[in-house]
């Protein structure tokens, strides 16, 4: 049995991180990887004098918003697909009844 993990390497902040990852989750993680090297650099542009540790907490928090808002939206879709299914099976139901 071939093993999937992989060894890679990434480097955020300037510093290089040793990961070991499954080979259909390298590509992600290295477009995550590239994705908060870029915000650090939006971060360190836009305000100067904070140091490393408060550009990372920035863009932690960022992230933390970003995936609260998601989990919001993704459970008010379920909620609204539920509704849904149940008004379109009380139909089908109320037609299969008719029959």
């Not at 390497?9 to 290089?16: D, E, F, L, T, Y």
């Amino acid at each position: 049995m071939q093993d999937k993990a992989l060894n890679i390497k990434v480097i955020i902040a300037g510093r290089p991180y040793k990961m070991q990852v499954q080979r259909e989750q390298e590509e992600i993680v290295r477009k995550a990887a590239d994705y908060v090297e870029e915000e650090i650099n939006n971060f360190a542009h836009a305000y100067e004098h904070q140091d490393q540790q408060d550009i990372l907490a920035m863009i932690a928090l960022q992230n933390a918003v970003g995936i609260l808002e998601l989990e919001e939206k993704k459970n008010f879709r379920e909620k609204e697909m539920v509704l849904k299914l149940k008004e379109i099976d009380e139909v089908l139901n109320h037609q299969l009844s008719m029959d």
